[in-house]
């Protein structure tokens, strides 16, 4: 267990739809990282916060958002989904801006029908 | 980003060595890391390398770095069944730390 705890484990949902992914990171860990993983595309970055701003942006879709709270949980906003956004995005966390190992969550499966 | 190439597939014995390999895209990348994914589990990090390094030993995993050809290796010794998961290469490109990643390499070790 990495202390990163993220829900839902499963959502499926239509094209068209909007959902949220929640994401807490490791207790005083700063930085959330999100990254996104398909069998085409493999594992990608999307975006990372730190204390609450946004630090880097990757290969983000401009229907994807995110946020992440003062109490340092992050939430990812994917909207008009389409079939491609099938996938299982993760979160993770890491103490502060180093180098330092980043803490994976389980992810999120998301299915788009 | 560019992309990080790793071989697909690889399958090992039981007892026999593993090597994985990996070439990464950026010169200057500063970290160089390996991270594991058992199935169903996000991803955990195996070992790191800093890039002035050549050579890191940790327990049964050794890893190799020549820059030169920006090439990284991931060597498992006396490999297990336990040991079967998909391996991941991946450097840091991004401001922030984040991490460009290969496709991963799966590794399945056989009794």
């Known amino acids: 267990d990495s202390g990163v705890t993220q829900t839902p484990k499963h959502l499926i949902t239509a094209t068209g739809q909007r959902v949220t992914l929640r994401c807490s990171p490791r207790s005083g860990d700063l930085s959330v990282y999100w990254y996104q993983q398909s069998l085409d595309q493999g594992l990608q970055f999307l975006i990372q916060?730190?204390?609450?701003?946004?630090?880097a942006k990757g290969n983000i879709l401009e229907r994807f958002s995110a946020q992440q709270f003062p109490d340092l949980h992050s939430e990812l906003n994917l909207s008009s989904l389409e079939l491609g956004d099938s996938a299982l995005y993760f979160c993770?966390?890491?103490?502060?801006?180093?180098?330092?190992?980043?803490?994976f969550g389980p992810g999120t499966r998301l299915t788009v029908t | 980003g560019e992309d990080v190439e790793q071989s697909l597939f690889l399958s090992v014995r039981e007892g026999d060595s593993s090597v994985i390999n990996c070439t990464y895209t950026d010169s200057s990348s500063t970290y160089l890391y390996w991270y594991k994914q058992e199935p169903g589990a996000g991803l955990q990090l195996l070992t790191y390398i800093f890039s002035n390094m050549d050579m890191k030993q940790d327990q049964r995993l050794t890893v190799l770095l020549n820059k030169k050809d920006k090439h990284l290796s991931l060597r498992i010794a006396d490999t297990q069944t336990g040991d079967s998961a998909i391996y991941f290469c991946?450097?840091?490109?991004?401001?922030?730390?984040?991490?460009?990643f290969g496709k991963g390499t799966s590794l399945l070790v056989t009794p």
């Open positions: 991946a450097e840091k490109v991004y401001s922030g730390y984040a991490l460009n």
């Open positions: 916060y730190y204390n609450g701003e946004e630090r």
């Open positions: 993770a966390s890491s103490p502060g801006e180093g180098p330092y190992e980043q803490y």
